[in-house]
């Protein structure tokens, strides 16, 4: 079976990325002041390349170690590598590749700090969640969350160097967020596809501990997320515009969330797991209205 770049191309998961390059991108916005210099201009862009082919390689990296899992999932049994399309030693040579012109990219044209932090993140994902927490804990998706929440914290580092105590506090806000975001959205997920993960003994809260536990976890997280994401108010980053955007979008979500205690039907997981990307994207826009646009119209 001849490899195309398509199959190269889905083995970076294209969709999940873009998320979460957006939010680098985000933060890079918010630890600009005012107008960007060209300076700034030339280093976020390069910056922003840096992140997404690290997050890129950690997809294939996980796909390369997920091979078996998922071949036992629907979601994930039509993947480049499990029907054949892609050897795992292309995976590797081609996640190699992303990397290496990752971490030069961000070394000699970014700055260090940005490169350590983009490399940790890969590791944290790519190695210790999947080889590791996956398979270990049900809390899995909680403790791994952490590294699929630091690209804000890597956008704001491109951009600053993260030389003030003021980038390291506004920049881990950003990621407390998705930290906090990321249970509710993948619980969401993992109940509906609960029978694919039991098959694939992967612990899973839904599989460990039941539905209706998850259900409730889903909830007080949801509730935790509403209080976060206020936050940015509260410590004057963000205005009325992002107050007024955040608490629209955490209504939804909160009434999503209490649904989730007795929805009318199965497919109700998968629907709250859709809007819970919405959410985060337009939270992060909001964001940057507030911060960049809504000052120079």
């Given at each position: 079976?001849?490899?195309?770049?398509?199959?190269?191309?889905?083995?970076?998961?294209?969709?999940?990325?873009?998320?979460?390059?957006?939010?680098?991108?985000?933060?890079?916005?918010?630890?600009?002041?005012?107008?960007?210099?060209?300076?700034?201009?030339?280093?976020?862009?390069?910056?922003?390349?840096?992140?997404?082919?690290?997050?890129?390689?950690?997809?294939?990296?996980?796909?390369?170690?997920?091979?078996?899992?998922?071949?036992?999932?629907?979601?994930?049994?039509?993947?480049?590598?499990?029907?054949?399309?892609?050897?795992?030693?292309q995976v590797l040579v081609f996640a190699g590749a992303l990397t290496a012109l990752s971490m030069t990219?961000?070394?000699?044209?970014?700055?260090?700090?940005?490169?350590?932090?983009?490399?940790?993140?890969?590791?944290?994902?790519?190695?210790?969640?999947?080889?590791?927490?996956?398979?270990?804990?049900?809390?899995?998706?909680?403790?791994?969350?952490?590294?699929?929440?630091?690209?804000?914290?890597?956008?704001?580092?491109?951009?600053?160097?993260?030389?003030?105590s003021s980038d390291w506090a506004y920049a881990s806000l950003l990621v407390l967020i998705i930290f906090?975001?990321?249970?509710?959205?993948?619980?969401?997920?993992?109940?509906?596809?609960?029978?694919?993960?039991?098959?694939?003994?992967?612990?899973?809260?839904?599989?460990?501990?039941?539905?209706?536990?998850?259900?409730?976890?889903?909830?007080?997280?949801?509730?935790?997320?509403?209080?976060?994401?206020?936050?940015?108010?509260?410590?004057?980053?963000?205005?009325?515009?992002?107050?007024?955007?955040?608490?629209?979008?955490?209504?939804?979500?909160?009434?999503?969330?209490?649904?989730?205690?007795?929805?009318?039907?199965?497919?109700?997981?998968?629907?709250?797991?859709?809007?819970?990307?919405?959410?985060?994207?337009?939270?992060?826009?909001?964001?940057?209205?507030?911060?960049?646009?809504?000052?120079?119209?």
């Amino acid at each position: 079976m001849r490899t195309t770049w398509r199959d190269y191309w889905d083995l970076t998961k294209p969709k999940v990325v873009a998320l979460i390059v957006f939010t680098a991108l985000v933060g890079m916005c918010l630890a600009i002041p005012g107008l960007p210099t060209t300076a700034q201009v030339v280093t976020g862009l390069l910056g922003f390349l840096g992140i997404w082919l690290s997050a890129s390689a950690a997809a294939a990296i996980n796909q390369l170690l997920d091979a078996q899992i998922d071949a036992q999932m629907a979601r994930t049994s039509w993947r480049p590598l499990v029907v054949g399309k892609v050897s795992p030693r292309q995976v590797l040579v081609f996640a190699g590749a992303l990397t290496a012109l990752s971490m030069t990219i961000l070394v000699l044209w970014v700055n260090v700090i940005t490169a350590v932090l983009t490399f940790a993140s890969l590791i944290g994902y790519a190695v210790i969640y999947t080889v590791y927490l996956k398979r270990a804990t049900s809390q899995n998706i909680v403790i791994g969350g952490l590294a699929g929440a630091t690209p804000p914290l890597l956008g704001w580092a491109a951009i600053t160097g993260m030389q003030g105590s003021s980038d390291w506090a506004y920049a881990s806000l950003l990621v407390l967020i998705i930290f906090i975001w990321t249970p509710p959205h993948f619980w969401a997920l993992a109940i509906f596809r609960r029978v694919d993960y039991a098959k694939a003994e992967i612990p899973m809260l839904p599989v460990t501990h039941g539905v209706p536990h998850t259900r409730k976890q889903i909830l007080a997280y949801s509730v935790v997320l509403a209080v976060v994401t206020l936050l940015p108010v509260a410590i004057d980053m963000s205005g009325m515009f992002y107050l007024g955007g955040a608490t629209v979008l955490n209504i939804v979500f909160l009434w999503y969330a209490w649904k989730m205690q007795n929805p009318p039907d199965e497919m109700f997981n998968m629907k709250m797991f859709g809007y819970s990307i919405v959410y985060l994207m337009a939270l992060f826009a909001f964001l940057l209205v507030d911060h960049w646009l809504l000052p120079w119209l």
